[in-house]
């Protein structure tokens, strides 16, 4: 009897401990409550299209305009009518030579300029390091962007720094030796580019300078793009580019140009004349603002005709023809909280529960957007009473009130 009170006791004990160690385990691991960090979050509403630029040109024709060809003006710089905009050359590689013959010239510049150069001038080598760190994250910014104007910028002020922390350091005194083998190399070159007979290539009109040639100059341009069906449209921005001869270039009639696309009737309630809106095309990093010019229902289809009038006009959007891009129309930005987070206070108002140094406290909402399992409050910055960035935001648990400790 007694061997069977302590098996019975031992029984009991081992299952205390059983449930003891696995009450603890749950303590440990199980949190009746879970958080998430605020953050700043931005959602557009936007329309994906494919589309045609527009402008009026005129063809800058050459009858050796297969051969190499040289250019005066960068695309979308304004120049003046017969004045010279390029050259033609005999040599295929004359063109190649005029590059680095420019390429040289400026290493040479340099090198000059970090020779005339001493400590005193410089500044201290700190002054110098933070130079070179400095050209170093700007030439990977350019890289990462593909922006290539940029990256020889940055190319030519870390080139600059090198020589400089050169020149403090004693290491180079001065760039004779070097500077005299990239002048004979580059005098070498200009005398080669000097022999290849060339023709003067002149601007028929005054306006703003395109080198790339396409084959839609006939095609489409400002006078007869408002009398194209949808249909017609969307034939040009399926139609293959192709390489026109013998032409050097275009000269575009003005700064203003269009981009014109094609949308159902649902989307085409997004447009009406002179609402302004964001264009991101394929291939440039920074969006472009325009104007709704012109809004044409296509009487023929179910399709409507929208006009986008642009003032803004570089090197980046000279070449664009046929281009895909994303309309924006509006872009909401706040904080981010999920859906689940939002809660109530007991005079009604909309908020959530934050943990705070370890306390409950509640924070005012205002909702600006809803998503699918969020939402964006607007973000007001300072005010304590109201929701801010990186505030711990509860999203789970129960029993929640403010003024709640919670280890």
């Not at 250019?71 to 040599?91: G, I, M």
């Not at 500077?179 to 290539?201: F, N, W």
Request: glycine share 6%.
């Amino acid at each position: 009897m007694k061997g069977k009170m302590i098996k019975l006791l031992a029984a009991v004990m081992s299952a205390f401990f059983i449930f003891y160690a696995g009450y603890q385990a749950y303590r440990f691991f199980y949190n009746p409550y879970q958080t998430e960090i605020t953050t700043e979050y931005s959602v557009s509403e936007a329309l994906h299209v494919h589309g045609v630029a527009v402008r009026s040109e005129t063809l800058i024709e050459s009858e050796y305009a297969s051969g190499s060809v040289s250019y005066v003006y960068e695309d979308a710089q304004r120049v003046l009518k017969n004045k010279t905009v390029a050259y033609t050359h005999a040599s295929a590689d004359t063109v190649d030579k005029m590059i680095r013959a420019e390429e040289l010239e400026k290493e040479i510049s340099l090198l000059q300029e970090a020779s005339r150069g001493n400590s005193q001038l410089y500044g201290t080598m700190e002054f110098i390091n933070t130079q070179i760190g400095s050209a170093v994250a700007d030439y990977a910014e350019a890289l990462d962007g593909k922006n290539l104007s940029a990256l020889s910028s940055a190319k030519e002020s870390l080139l600059l720094a090198i020589n400089k922390k050169t020149v403090i350091t004693g290491e180079e005194n001065k760039f004779e030796d070097r500077i005299a083998i990239l002048s004979a190399e580059c005098s070498e070159l200009k005398d080669e580019i000097g022999a290849d007979a060339a023709e003067t290539v002149v601007s028929p009109k005054t306006g703003y300078f395109i080198s790339e040639v396409d084959g839609f100059e006939g095609l489409i341009n400002k006078e007869n793009m408002f009398e194209m069906t949808a249909a017609q449209l969307e034939d040009i921005i399926e139609t293959q580019v192709v390489t026109v001869e013998p032409a050097v270039g275009k000269i575009a009639d003005d700064y203003k140009w269009y981009y014109v696309i094609s949308v159902s009737d649902e989307e085409a309630k997004s447009f009406y004349e002179g609402r302004s809106v964001e264009v991101n095309f394929d291939g440039i990093n920074d969006s472009i603002k325009f104007k709704v010019d012109s809004v044409l229902k296509d009487e023929t289809s179910e399709n409507t005709i929208v006009f986008l009038l642009c003032e803004k006009f570089t090197s980046e959007v000279a070449s664009l023809r046929q281009v895909s891009a994303d309309i924006v129309f509006s872009t909401i930005s706040g904080l981010r909280v999920s859906q689940s987070a939002v809660r109530f206070d007991n005079e009604q108002n909309m908020g959530v529960f934050i943990l705070d140094r370890g306390e409950v406290k509640f924070r005012k909402i205002e909702i600006s957007y809803e998503g699918n399992g969020y939402v964006i409050a607007k973000w007001y910055r300072g005010e304590t009473g109201n929701l801010q960035l990186y505030d711990e935001v509860f999203t789970a648990g129960s029993d929640l009130y403010v003024g709640k400790v919670i280890d």
